[in-house]
C-alpha cells in the first residue's frame, strides 16, 4: 500500500507562482511512474503531467505546457509539480497519483494510488 498526501496549495493572483509537493509513504514507489491530475467544480478529473522514475520521460497537458514542470526526488519519495504563470482557469483540486504499469500515461484508470488533493485557487 502506499499513501499520497499533497501539500502546497492555496490562494494565488494570475501570474503567480505555487510548488505542490506530494509526499509517498508505504511501498517505495522509486521505480514507479508518477502523475498530477486536477479536477475543477462541475468537471471531470483530467491529466496535467506525468513522469518517469528516471526523468527521462515526462508529458504534460497542452494547457499546462511551458508553464508547469514535474519533477520528483526518489530518495525523499516526493515528486514535485512547479506552477508558473498560474491563470484563474487553473483553479482546481490538484490530485497525485502513482502509476500502475510500466508504460507512462495520460488516462486517470492507469494510476493506482491517489493522494486527497489539495486546492489551488487562482484570482484574476
Known amino acids: 500500500q502506499v499513501q499520497l498526501v499533497e501539500s502546497g496549495g492555496g490562494l494565488v493572483q494570475s501570474g503567480d507562482s505555487l510548488r505542490l509537493s506530494c509526499a509517498a509513504s508505504?511501498?517505495?514507489?522509486?521505480?514507479?511512474?508518477m502523475g498530477w491530475f486536477r479536477q475543477a467544480p462541475g468537471k471531470e478529473r483530467e491529466f496535467v503531467a506525468a513522469?518517469?522514475?528516471?526523468?527521462?520521460?515526462?508529458y504534460y497537458a497542452d494547457s499546462v505546457k511551458g508553464r508547469f514542470t514535474i519533477s520528483r526526488d526518489n530518495a525523499k519519495n516526493t515528486v514535485y509539480l512547479q506552477m508558473n504563470s498560474l491563470r484563474p482557469e487553473d483553479t482546481a483540486v490538484y490530485y497525485c497519483?502513482?502509476?500502475?504499469?510500466?508504460?507512462?500515461?495520460?488516462?486517470?484508470?492507469?494510476?493506482?494510488?491517489w493522494g486527497q488533493g489539495t486546492q489551488v485557487t487562482v484570482s484574476s
Open positions: 497519483a502513482v502509476g500502475n504499469g510500466a508504460v507512462l500515461a495520460r488516462e486517470a484508470r492507469r494510476y493506482a494510488y
Open positions: 508505504g511501498r517505495t514507489f522509486g521505480s514507479r511512474n
Open positions: 513522469r518517469n522514475w528516471s526523468g527521462s520521460a515526462t
